[in-house]
C-alpha cells in the first residue's frame, strides 16, 4: 500500500542533543514538507522540498535541519539550538500538480 | 494577525447535530480550499477539496467557500460519534513561489456525544 511512513511514533531527546526524524513515501510524489503541530497553534510548515536536492525555509526552520538525497526520503533533524522542541511532527507529501497533501501518522519528540 | 483563523472551539454537540466549523482569512490570493479531519494522535487527512468559491456536497459534508467576505465553512449533518475529531482548515495560492504550500487553521476540536 502506499504512503507515508514516519519513526519513531515517540522519541525522547536529551538536552544538548541532536535527534533525526524519519519521514519515507512510497508515493512517488514530488514535493514533502515537515510540519510542527502544537496545542491551539496549527501547523505550522518548517521546511519543504519540491524536487530532490533542494529545499527551502517554512515559517519556523530556526533550529532545524533537512535533507532531500532521494525523492522517497526527507529526514528532520532537530538541533539543540531548537529551545522548545515538544511537539508533534509530521511529513507530508504532494503530488505535483496537485493541491491536497498526504500526512503521515507523526512521530512526538518530548525533550527529556 | 494570522492569515488563516479558524474557531478555536472546542465544541460538543449531541448526536445528530448539525455541526458548522469555520474559518477566515486575508490574503485575497488563496484559490484552494481545504478541510482535513485529524483523530487523536494520527496524521490529519483530507476530508474536503475546494477551487475558488462555491459549494461542494460529499455525504453528510458541505464545504462552503465565500470568497468576497473571505470566510469558508464546513458543515456536518447527522453528526456521530466518529466524527468526533479536530478539524482543520487550510489554503494555498494558484501559483508563484507559494505553490503547494498549505497554511492552516488552528483547528476546532469536536466531540460528538451519544
Known amino acids: 500500500d502506499g504512503g507515508i511512513t514516519q519513526s519513531p511514533k515517540y522519541l525522547f531527546r536529551k538536552e544538548g542533543q541532536n535527534v533525526t526524524l524519519s519521514c519515507e513515501q512510497n508515493l512517488n510524489h514530488d514535493a514533502m514538507y515537515w510540519y510542527r503541530q502544537d496545542p491551539g497553534q496549527g501547523l505550522r510548515l518548517i521546511y519543504y522540498?519540491?524536487?530532490?536536492?533542494?529545499?527551502q525555509k517554512g515559517d519556523i526552520a530556526e533550529g532545524y535541519s533537512v535533507s532531500r538525497e532521494k525523492k522517497e526520503s526527507f529526514p528532520l533533524t532537530v538541533t539543540s539550538a531548537q529551545k522548545n522542541p515538544t511537539a508533534f511532527y509530521l511529513c507530508a507529501s504532494r503530488l505535483q500538480g496537485g493541491y491536497g497533501y498526504t500526512f503521515g501518522s507523526g512521530t512526538r519528540l518530548t525533550v527529556v | 494577525q494570522k492569515e488563516v483563523e479558524q474557531d478555536p472551539g472546542p465544541l460538543s454537540v449531541p448526536e445528530g447535530a448539525i455541526v458548522s466549523l469555520n474559518c477566515t482569512y486575508s490574503n485575497s490570493a488563496f484559490q484552494y480550499f481545504m478541510w482535513y479531519r485529524q483523530y487523536s494522535r494520527k496524521g490529519p487527512e483530507l476530508l474536503m477539496y475546494t477551487y475558488s468559491s462555491g459549494n461542494k456536497e460529499d455525504g453528510r459534508f458541505t464545504a462552503q467557500v465565500d470568497k468576497s467576505s473571505k470566510y469558508i465553512s464546513l458543515f456536518i449533518r447527522d453528526s456521530q460519534p466518529s466524527d468526533s475529531a479536530t478539524y482543520l482548515c487550510a489554503m494555498s495560492v494558484a501559483g508563484g513561489t507559494s505553490y503547494g504550500k498549505l497554511t492552516f487553521g488552528q483547528g476546532t476540536i469536536l466531540t460528538v456525544h451519544p
Open positions: 522540498s519540491q524536487i530532490v536536492n533542494d529545499f
